[in-house]
Each structure stands twice: as C-alpha cells, then as structure tokens.
C-alpha cells in the first residue's frame, strides 16, 4: 500500500510564498513513480497543478498554473515538493498530493492552505 503524505498547510497572507510536502508514509518513493499534485477549492472540482516523474525528474504544468508553482523533488530527502509564489486567496484550497504506481493512483488526505486578503 502506498500512503501520500502532504504537510506544510497553512494560514498565509496575500502575496506570500508556501511550499507543501509529499512523503510516502511508512515507505519510499520509486523510479517509476509520478507525483502529481492537486487543489479543490470550496465547491469547486479538484483540478490538477502539475506531474513530475520521480526518476527522470521531468515535469508538466496545467496551463493556468504556471508561472506561480514549481513542483520538485529530492532523491536523498525522498521528498515531492510544491512551491507557490503571489499566493492570493483563490489559492485557498485543500491541496492534495497523488502517486501513480504502477498504473494505481494512491491519494493523500490533502492539506488546507487558506490565505487571507
């Protein structure tokens, strides 16, 4: 079983930066792993922000996410990370983390980042 674990969630201002981890509990990633993360706003759908592969590293963003995110991962920390900049509060949404495995998808519980005006 493979368990995404995300952290960093918080309450922010306008305009500030937040980065959101992704762990797998109680395991490691592997070199066919893609890690993709997500959002659902409040009443929203989820929707997807960007891919990364866990061996090559190569990434793909949805297109109105770029610019302001930047999806990384660390070999030696066996970490994924999400890096956002300008937050604004339609940024406000529980953002989850997804591991693809072998054609299985494995999600997170997600974490609330909420910023303020």
């Known amino acids: 079983q493979v368990q995404p674990a995300e952290s960093g969630g918080g309450v922010v201002q306008a305009g500030d930066s937040l980065t959101l981890s992704c762990s797998v509990s109680g395991g490691t990633f592997v070199g066919d792993d893609m890690v993709a993360w997500y959002r659902q706003a409040p009443g929203k759908e989820r929707e997807v922000i960007g891919t990364?592969?866990?061996?090559?590293?190569?990434?793909n963003y949805a297109d109105s996410m770029r610019g302001r995110f930047t999806i990384y991962r660390n070999y030696h920390e066996n970490r994924a990370w999400l890096h956002m900049n300008g937050l604004e509060p339609k940024d406000t949404a529980i953002y989850y983390c997804?591991?693809?495995?072998?054609?299985?998808?494995?999600w997170g519980q997600g974490t609330q980042v909420t910023v303020s005006s």
């Open positions: 997804n591991i693809q495995r072998e054609s299985v998808e494995y």
């Open positions: 990364i592969t866990w061996d090559a590293g190569s990434r």
